[in-house]
Every structure is written in structure tokens, then in C-alpha cells.
């Protein structure tokens, strides 16, 4: 694979700019193969079209964050709540990389703790739980894993919140609902697979597009990943909602398994972020042809491990763990964003 690296140093720059270089790394992708979709055939990048990797900017205050989503100018990042962090959870201004305010994630809902998130997958749904919110409702994947094989824990479901507004640009969050998988439905789990998944949030059907694993370790990859689509429940179904094979609109599986992290749903289709530090890929899979029609390797360009890909704007921006505030923007061959 040939690579283009192209590296400029902006010298004059505005107050209000968050950058303080340029640097652009060009992956020429002409006619490559990049894998194989989900039916099984060839994906290969259009020709004279380029994959890119761009720095945006560092953002203040920063330690190893893991899923974000954005609401119009505003980053929301976690850190891995279920390692007793405190405060756990941030908000960005994304125009100025100026943290606004710190946070704290509870797991307590009536009465009954969940197990706290890992939150490798959090997006913002489209409903507010009133009209006081300034921000939707908010999804956090609970992902919890150790690190051996068969080590699951938790209840492998979503935990839902509300950014309360206590005083100017500072906001707690409450915890009003839990969505969770039955765990005895044999016939659900199998759609699911075993290991704790991702819930993706389509707020164009109001949908959760549910990415499994397929085996009972987020390290072991072979074999086919599962995907299914349930509806989003609403807050009056209850704080607690447990859902069955019942709630399953669709359910398949690709042939391409990735380790996911952090993805977002755009015109149809999902754009996800995965693996471990040194092994970083993204792909693009279409919902309708329930296939994966773009994979970029990205261990190529960056040893990291990835943790968030969101949309802001027109822009997709991307950072990974270990990354002392650096976000980038990416650039993929193919796909355009009109927000």
C-alpha cells in the first residue's frame, strides 16, 4: 500500500482556533482491496479517492476517555465509569476544545444498581425527558468485559440518562431508565451472541442497531458478528425494560467481526470504529443490504486503540485512548456528511 504524508505547520492562528497544526496523512487507496463484505465479496476503495486522517484540535483537560456523542457544538465523553472514576463523565465545547463541566454517571435506578458502564458506544436518541433538557436523552452501552474468555459481567444492556441542568454550564446526570436483554431467552441471546454488545442508536427509525460479538470474549473475532434492531423504548415503558426475541425487528449477521467501539448511524448505514490499540480499523455497514461496504485498516496510520467516531457538522471527528486531547478528523473516500 502506498502512503502519502503531507505535513503542514499553520504559523499564524486566531485565538478562538483550537488548532495549532495541520498535519494530514493521505493513504492512497486506489483499486485496494480492503476485505471482504458481509455477502462475502470483494470491497475495494473507488479509484483517485483518498482516506484521510487530520488533526482538529486538543481539547483541554484530558485523560484516556473512552465513547462520546456530540449535540450540536457539544462533545459528551465518558471515562470508563466501571473504574470507579470520579467524576467519570465531561463536556466539550467543540468549536474552542474548552471543557465546560464535569460530570458523574450514577447506576442506581429505584433502588437497584446496575453494573456501571464501560461505555465503549454512547449516542444521544432524539426524545428529551422534558422540556426543561437541554440535551436528548443519552445511551450509554454498559460493555463490561474482563479480560479473560467467558468473563462478562453485568447485564449487558443500555443505560439511559437525562443531563439535568443544576446551574449555568453545569449538569448532572440521572439515570431513568435501564433497557436490558433477557438473559433467559435462549432464542434472543443466540441473535445476540453471549458477550456484552453495542446499542447503536438509528434515530431515523428510532431504533437501536444492537453489534454482538461472536464468541464469548471481546479478543476472540472469528466467526460471523451478530446484528439486531429493536425499537427504543420509551420512558413510559418503565425504568426498567427487559426485552425478549419478541421486541426483535431484524436480526443478521456479517462476515466481517470487528471488536467495536464507538459508532454513529448516518443515511442508512453505521459508521464504526473498532479494535484493540494497534490493530484500529473502520467500516461502514449498510443497513439495507445488511452488508459491510467500506473497511479501512487503520493500524497503517495510527498504533492507537480507537474509542470515538462521531459526526459534528459535516465532519467526522475520531480520538482514541491515549491521545492527551488530540482529535482528529477523517476523511473517508465515498462519503459525504450534510448536517
Keep these: ?27 492512497d487507496d486506489d483499486n485496494i482491496n480492503q476485505g471482504e463484505n458481509g455477502n462475502g465479496g470483494d470491497i475495494t476503495t473507488p479509484a483517485n479517492n483518498h482516506f484521510q486522517m487530520e488533526r482538529f484540535g486538543i481539547f483541554e483537560a484530558w485523560e484516556q476517555r473512552q465513547g462520546g456523542a456530540v449535540y450540536g457544538d457539544y462533545l459528551i465523553t465518558l471515562n470508563a465509569t466501571d473504574r470507579e472514576t470520579n467524576p467519570n463523565g465531561f463536556i466539550y465545547d467543540i468549536q474552542s476544545g474548552r471543557k465546560i463541566c464535569d460530570m458523574y454517571f450514577p447506576n442506581t435506578l429505584d433502588g437497584k444498581s446496575y453494573y456501571k458502564p464501560h461505555a465503549n458506544q454512547v449516542s444521544f436518541g432524539e426524545a428529551f425527558y422534558d422540556a426543561e433538557s437541554s440535551f436528548p436523552l443519552l445511551y450509554v452501552s454498559q460493555v463490561n468485559g474482563g479480560s479473560g474468555y467467558n468473563d462478562i459481567r453485568g447485564e449487558r444492556g443500555v443505560l439511559v440518562y437525562n443531563l439535568k441542568q443544576t446551574s449555568n454550564n453545569t ?85 466481517m467481526a470487528i471488536g467495536p467501539q464507538q459508532s454513529f448511524y448516518y443515511g442508512g448505514k453505521i459508521f464504526s470504529s473498532g479494535g484493540d490499540r494497534g490493530q484500529a480499523s473502520l467500516r461502514v455497514i449498510d443497513l439495507a443490504s445488511k452488508s459491510v461496504e467500506y473497511y479501512k485498516d487503520m493500524s497503517v496510520i495510527t498504533n492507537g486503540e480507537p474509542q470515538f467516531l462521531g459526526l459534528w457538522g459535516s465532519k467526522v471527528l475520531y480520538y482514541e485512548y491515549d491521545t492527551s486531547g488530540q482529535i482528529y478528523e477523517l476523511k473517508i473516500p465515498g462519503y459525504s456528511f450534510d448536517n
Design 1 to 27: 500500500m502506498r502512503g502519502i504524508y503531507i505535513v503542514t505547520f499553520i504559523l499564524l492562528l486566531s485565538s478562538a482556533s483550537i488548532a495549532c497544526e495541520k498535519i494530514t496523512i493521505e493513504i
Design 171 to 255: 449538569y448532572e446526570p440521572e439515570l431513568v431508565q435501564a433497557v436490558i436483554p433477557d438473559l433467559n431467552d435462549s432464542s434472543l441471546m443466540k441473535k445476540i451472541g453471549n458477550y456484552t454488545p453495542n446499542y447503536i442508536v438509528d434515530p431515523e427509525h428510532n431504533q437501536f442497531v444492537i453489534i454482538g460479538y461472536p464468541n464469548n470474549s471481546w479478543y476472540d473475532l472469528s466467526g460471523e458478528q451478530p446484528v439486531v434492531l429493536i425499537e427504543i423504548p420509551q420512558l413510559s415503558d418503565g425504568s426498567e425494560v427487559v426485552f425478549t426475541k419478541d421486541a426483535v425487528i431484524d436480526s443478521y449477521t456479517l462476515d
